[in-house]
């Protein structure tokens, strides 16, 4: 056991290799290691445009388990991307993530990111935006800029928030649609919370229904903001379904959304899914935080961002 956990690290750390190679091949004096031990790399981006002349930079922690079980981390430090622009192009990253599941991504998230920047650029010169973008060079990333915590994710500030004052009292439950593929069936269930407290008492009120307490895996994932500390207390849990509880909490952390927690339910029906069970987890989560109002309905044009394909892993439950 012990030696396949390692075998595993081993390929993981070669893919990771390779790929690092592959995109400082590809984009040259744009790609930058900030810290080789941590596996912590950015790209600077920029449009051509003359006249509305965009920069973004995409910074990524690349976990020991990436990419066969965990997502890279991410940021994309961009002051021109705001609000539901900000979200549409985190839902297009999650489908990609989604779509290519297990395989390295890195390069896809980029030439997305990159494409997004560029129809911004061409929409602002041709008129179509009323916005007016100011492309100071505050909003520039400057070589010499110190590089933000990554372990922490910008968020915006127009979300559902309870007042922790009620860390006492169970937050309100909302039990999302179904989705039922070969006699699998998942189902979410979302519920506002600001502390560990109300996490647990989330739990335990969901294990007192007793078809979701004989669920096969009740797979669960929260992020909450803390404003003292500008920092975010964050959790998930497999409950069996192997990367399904880390796969979820990414989800949350792709949307930017805070102080709320999903726990998906799955009864197992006896047919393996594969990787069509973590898009299932996903979509049904993403479903119930658009429902409550934690992200905006997803632009079906932002989900040709995952276009280009590739053998998928062979991966069973």
């Known amino acids: 056991m012990a030696d396949s956990i390692h075998n595993e690290d081993d390929e993981d750390l070669q893919s990771q290799i390779e790929e690092v190679e592959a995109l400082s091949s590809i984009y040259g004096d744009e790609w930058c290691v900030i810290d080789e031990a941590s596996r912590i790399f950015c790209i600077k981006m920029s449009s051509d445009a003359e006249e509305q002349k965009l920069t973004a930079c995409l910074q990524i922690i690349l976990p020991p388990d990436y990419p066969s079980a965990a997502p890279p981390i991410y940021q994309i430090n961009a002051a021109w991307l705001r609000g539901s622009e900000r979200a549409k192009l985190?839902?297009?990253l999650e489908d990609i993530y989604v779509e290519h599941a297990g395989e390295s991504i890195l390069y896809l998230w980029v030439e997305r990111i990159r494409d997004f920047l560029l129809e911004k650029s061409h929409s602002l010169e041709s008129?179509?935006?009323q916005?007016?973008?100011n492309t100071t060079a505050e909003e520039e990333v400057e070589d010499d800029e110190e590089m933000p915590d990554l372990s922490v994710l910008r968020v915006e500030p127009a979300y559902p928030v309870m007042n922790q004052a009620n860390d006492g009292e169970i937050p309100p439950i909302k039990h999302g649609n179904p989705i039922t593929d070969r006699r699998s069936t998942f189902q979410p269930h979302l519920a506002?919370?600001?502390t560990?407290?109300?996490?647990?008492m989330v739990l335990e009120k969901l294990y007192e229904n007793k078809k979701i307490a004989s669920a096969t895996h009740n797979i669960y994932a929260y992020r909450i903001y803390c404003e003292d500390k500008h920092s975010f207390l964050q959790d998930c849990e497999?409950?069996?379904?192997?990367?399904?509880g880390g796969r979820l909490l990414h989800l949350l952390q792709i949307l930017d959304v805070r102080n709320v927690m999903v726990v998906v339910s799955r009864?197992?029906?006896?047919?393996?899914?594969g990787p069509d069970r973590f898009k299932h987890i996903n979509n049904c989560a993403r479903s119930v935080l658009m429902e409550e109002g934690y992200v905006g309905a997803t632009d079906e044009a932002v989900k040709a961002g995952a276009k280009t394909k590739r053998p998928k892993s062979k991966k069973t439950k």
């Open 238 to 244: 497999d409950d069996g379904e192997t990367a399904a």
């Open 267 to 273: 009864w197992y029906g006896g047919i393996l899914l």
């Open 196 to 200: 560990p407290t109300q996490v647990k």
């Open 192 to 194: 506002p919370v600001v």
């Open 90 to 92: 985190a839902n297009s």
């Open 127 to 129: 008129g179509i935006q």
């Open 131 to 133: 916005e007016q973008v």
